[in-house]
């Protein structure tokens, strides 16, 4: 997959990356009922992901997401959280989402991801940006349960589940507010400001670039990519004035 990760603006500063100054304290490896070839081909496509990104992540790092996808296809059986059945569809349609959330997001961030479903992407996203705090809000119980799950096997010590929705949230409370599938992207940048402390940020996910409008809605920071599938996407930053 040619992951094709670009900024359309501004570029990070150059120098050691910001997700890797936080390291997170993992216990002893977990492992879940998969066999070790999928587990090795989960992690083998998280690290090819990472370097397409250039997005450098530990081998650490790696496991624990891929360990996350197995989980995820492993509950997908019984309980609906993806529309993803196998792991290429996680790793090449998917996960690139988390990538781009990783780089959108600026360091030490609280970050709040509305109807995480399954978790994507925000909890490869936790995963990938240690030094984040983030709240996944989901109103379905059994969705609820399996997030709570992942997030203890995969060791995410500053995740937070929320059974819930929007209207339940503290306003002004975050500095990153995203949502992928719940709301289109112009009902979305109306609704996520009231959750976003002064210079927050909404995420916004789309297949075409999204016009920020009229004022005070500006776009701050923007990536376009493609999927294994090839089907383009486009991840913006929008800030508020």
């Given at each position: ?202 995420v916004v996910f789309a297949v ?11 776009l701050v920071d923007s990536i ?5 599938s090839g089907t383009p996407r ?8």
């Open positions: 997959m040619d992951a094709l990760a670009r900024n359309a603006r501004g570029q990070h500063r150059r120098g050691a990356p910001l997700w890797e100054t936080h390291h997170a304290t993992v216990p002893p490896r977990h492992r879940v009922p998969y066999t070790a070839p999928v587990l090795d081909e989960a992690v083998a496509g998280v690290l090819k992901l990472s370097k397409e990104w250039a997005f450098p992540v530990s081998e650490e790092t790696c496991e624990r997401v891929a360990n996350y996808l197995t989980l995820l296809l492993q509950w997908n059986q019984r309980v609906n959280l993806t529309g993803a059945r196998e792991l290429r569809e996680l790793l090449g349609d998917h996960l690139p989402d988390s990538f781009a959330l990783a780089r959108l997001s600026p360091q030490g961030a609280s970050v709040v991801d509305i109807g995480s479903g399954g978790g994507l992407p925000s909890l490869p996203f936790a995963i990938l940006r240690p030094d984040c705090h983030v709240t996944m809000v989901e109103p379905r119980a059994k969705r609820i349960a399996f997030l709570n799950m992942a997030v203890r096997s995969c060791a995410c010590d500053f995740v937070k589940v929320v059974r819930g929705r929007l209207e339940d949230l503290p306003h002004s409370a975050y500095l990153v507010a995203a949502s992928r599938a719940t709301f289109s992207p112009q009902d979305w940048l109306q609704l996520a400001p009231e959750l976003l402390v002064s210079g927050g940020i909404a075409d670039p999204v016009d920020a409008g009229p004022s005070p809605v500006r376009q990519y493609r999927t294994a486009w991840s913006g930053s929008f800030c508020f004035t």
